[in-house]
C-alpha cells in the first residue's frame, strides 16, 4: 500500500494524471498482475493501470516487478522491475513511477532524484542555516551540517557524490566540497574578497563561481580539486550567478554592467559575450535546462517572479506570480523548477516550491523548516 501511495503521489504531482482514490482500488490476484481483468478497470473509467508486486529474495533485497496497461487498448505498454535493498523500498517506487511517467509523456524521468538545500531557521536578521538533503518529493530527509557557521548555494555535482556550496568559516567566504557518502569536507577557494555562488561545470572538471576584486566582481573558474581560480570575465560591475550549458560550451550569468541586472551568455572561456534578455525589470540567478532549451531566471519588476526563455533571450515566459520567488532550479528531465518563495515582512518564512512549465501546477516542497538555495540533482542511477 505504502509503495502504491507513492507511485500515485509522483504521479499526481506531475499534473499530467489523476489516480483514482484508494476506495475505488481492488487488490488483484496474483494472475491479475499480468492478466487485468479489463472490464473491471474499463468500468472505473480509469484509461490506463498500473499493478505491480514485492517479493523478498533468499540474498535480503527486494524485487518490485511494475507494470503499465492501456485499458481502452487492453494491453501492456511496458513492464519493469528493480531489484533493491529494503532500506530503498522508496526508491523503488520512484522508478516505477519514472516508467510510467515516461511511457504516457515521452518525456525524460524525474522521481528518482534529491534536492539539496538550505535550511533555515529563526528571525531573519539572525537565521540559522545548515545544508540540507532529501527525495524530490520531501522523504529521506537528513541535515548536512550543524549550523554553526552560514552555508549559501549548494549544488551537486554531476556524479552526485558531493556538493559544492559556499560558507563563512571564521566570517572568511570559503567554497567548499562536501562528501555525501562520509561527509567529510573539503576546501577549494578561501579568500577574504566576498565569492559568491559556486557551480560545477557539466563534467565535474572546473567549478564556476564568482568573486570581488578591487571593487570588481567578476565570473572566475577553478579546478575542482583546487587551485588558482582563472578569470573570465573583465567588464566593469557585477558579474555573477554563471551556470552552464549542458555541454560545458556556453555559460550564462547575470550582470550590471548595462545599468541594471540583465542575464548574458558567453562561451564557456569568457568569449563572445552577448546580452540577451531585454524586457522590463532585472533579471538574476539563471540557471540552464538539462535539455538545454531554456534558461530558468528570477524575474525583479515589482515583485520576484520564475521566468524561462531561450538561450538567445526569445520566447520569454513567466511561471508564478507571488510576492518573492526566486533561485530556481531544474528537475533531471529540464520540465520542472523548484524554488523558493518568501512571505511579506521581517517574519515571512522561505519555503521550497515547484512549477511545472505550463505555469498552472504549483506546488509545495514539505521540508522540516524553512528553506532556501535549492538545487535539484540529476536522475539517480
Not at 63 to 71: I, N, R
Not at 117 to 141: C, F, W
Request: positive net charge; contains cysteine.
Amino acid at each position: 500500500r505504502q509503495l502504491s501511495e507513492i507511485i500515485a503521489n509522483d504521479l499526481r504531482n506531475s499534473g499530467l494524471f489523476t489516480p483514482l482514490a484508494p476506495g475505488q482500488l481492488r487488490n488483484p490476484t496474483v494472475p491479475e498482475v499480468t492478466a487485468p481483468t479489463y472490464d473491471y478497470w474499463g468500468s472505473t473509467g480509469a484509461q490506463s493501470l498500473v499493478q505491480g508486486f514485492i517479493r523478498a529474495n533468499g540474498d535480503g533485497n527486494l524485487t518490485v516487478g511494475c507494470y503499465l496497461y492501456d485499458v481502452t487498448a487492453r494491453t501492456e505498454l511496458t513492464r519493469q522491475g528493480f531489484v533493491v535493498p529494503p532500506a530503498d523500498w522508496r526508491r523503488a517506487a520512484h522508478k516505477c513511477a519514472d516508467t510510467i511517467y515516461a511511457r504516457l509523456t515521452g518525456e525524460g524521468p524525474y522521481f528518482d532524484s534529491r534536492v539539496v538545500y538550505v535550511s533555515e531557521t529563526g528571525p531573519k536578521a539572525n537565521r540559522i542555516k545548515r545544508l540540507a538533503i532529501m527525495d524530490q518529493d520531501g522523504a529521506n530527509h537528513r541535515f548536512l551540517t550543524n549550523g554553526q557557521s552560514i552555508v549559501l548555494t549548494p549544488r551537486f555535482a554531476p556524479n552526485q557524490q558531493s556538493i559544492v556550496y559556499m560558507s563563512y568559516v571564521g566570517r572568511i567566504p570559503s567554497i567548499y566540497v562536501y562528501d555525501i557518502g562520509s561527509g567529510k569536507q573539503r576546501l577549494v577557494v578561501q579568500n577574504v574578497a566576498t565569492t559568491f555562488a559556486p557551480r560545477f561545470s557539466p563534467d565535474g572538471r572546473f567549478i564556476l563561481f564568482s568573486m570581488a576584486q578591487n571593487g570588481n566582481t567578476d565570473l572566475y573558474r577553478v579546478s575542482a580539486q583546487g587551485g588558482s581560480p582563472q578569470r573570465l570575465t573583465t567588464s566593469p560591475g557585477i558579474d555573477t550567478g554563471g551556470s552552464y550549458s549542458p555541454d560545458g560550451g556556453r555559460i550564462v550569468f547575470e550582470s550590471d554592467r548595462s545599468g541594471g541586472q540583465q542575464l548574458y551568455v558567453m562561451n564557456a572561456d569568457g568569449s563572445n559575450q552577448q546580452r540577451i534578455s531585454f524586457g522590463g525589470g532585472r533579471y538574476a540567478t539563471p540557471v540552464w535546462s538539462p535539455r538545454g532549451d531554456l534558461i530558468a531566471f528570477t524575474k525583479l519588476a515589482g515583485n520576484f517572479r520564475i521566468g524561462i526563455m531561450s538561450p538567445s533571450g526569445g520566447g520569454e515566459k513567466l511561471l508564478t506570480d507571488s510576492w518573492s520567488d526566486e533561485g530556481p532550479s531544474w528537475s533531471p528531465n529540464g520540465r520542472v523548477v523548484t524554488f523558493m518563495r518568501s512571505g511579506r515582512g521581517a517574519g515571512g518564512a522561505a519555503q521550497l516550491w515547484s512549477v511545472d512549465l505550463t505555469g498552472v501546477n504549483e506546488r509545495r516542497i514539505p521540508t522540516p523548516l524553512g528553506g532556501s538555495d535549492p538545487a535539484w540533482g540529476p536522475l539517480r542511477p
